[in-house]
Structures are given as structure tokens and as C-alpha cells.
């Protein structure tokens, strides 16, 4: 069975900083492209940042310079660092598997508010 089990999430200040974690079990994770999606209420849900299976990295342009994707693949993690948070990075976040070759997996979400 799959699971993708995210943590990280609360209340912060702007300005503040917070980590995300995404554990996955139940799929090789060496050989998945990893992302962090986030969904606002009323709004669609958006890419973030994604890392491939070979570490490449890229990231919506809301969040360049201020969110790092990381991956640890001896601990099937993967990670999102945000720095410099603003009111507007305020939604649910979903951690993402997909499979090169066919194969997606979705965690539950960890909600992150930031105050203003």
C-alpha cells in the first residue's frame, strides 16, 4: 500500500520559516519525480516545486528564491523549505508522486497559515 504522510505545517508569521516533510512508503521513491502542490481555498491547485529523480529542481515563480525541494532518498523524504513566508503562501499542501513511466500518488495535505 502507498502512503505519502506529509508534516510540517502550522501557524507562522511573515517573514517566518517552516519545513515540510514527505514521507513515502510503499514505492521505490529513488525512481520517482517528487512535488509539493498546494491548494487555497477557492483556488486550483498549483505546482510549487518538483525534484526529480535524478535532483533536478524547479519552481513556480510565487516561490523562487524563497522555497528549497529537497530529496533524501536513504530516508524516502522529501522536503520543502520556505523562507521569507508571505501571507499569500497561506494553503493546504499536498507532497506528489509521479512515475516516469505511468503511476501517481497524492499524500493528505498539511496546512500551513501564515499571518500577517
Known amino acids: 500500500q502507498v502512503q505519502l504522510v506529509e508534516s510540517g505545517g502550522g501557524l507562522v508569521q511573515a517573514g517566518g520559516s517552516l519545513r515540510l516533510s514527505c514521507v513515502a512508503s510503499g514505492i521505490t521513491f529513488d525512481f520517482y519525480d517528487m512535488a509539493w502542490y498546494r491548494q487555497a481555498p477557492e483556488n486550483q491547485r498549483e505546482k510549487v516545486a518538483v525534484?526529480?529523480?535524478?535532483?533536478?529542481?524547479d519552481y513556480a515563480d510565487s516561490v523562487k528564491g524563497r522555497f528549497t525541494i529537497s530529496r533524501d532518498n536513504a530516508k524516502n523524504t522529501m522536503y520543502l523549505q520556505m523562507n521569507s513566508l508571505k501571507p499569500e503562501d497561506t494553503a493546504q499542501y499536498y507532497c506528489?508522486?509521479?512515475?516516469?513511466?505511468?503511476?501517481?500518488?497524492w499524500g493528505q495535505g498539511t496546512q500551513l497559515t501564515v499571518s500577517s
Open positions: 506528489n508522486a509521479v512515475h516516469p513511466i505511468g503511476g501517481e500518488y
Open positions: 525534484i526529480t529523480s535524478g535532483g533536478r529542481r
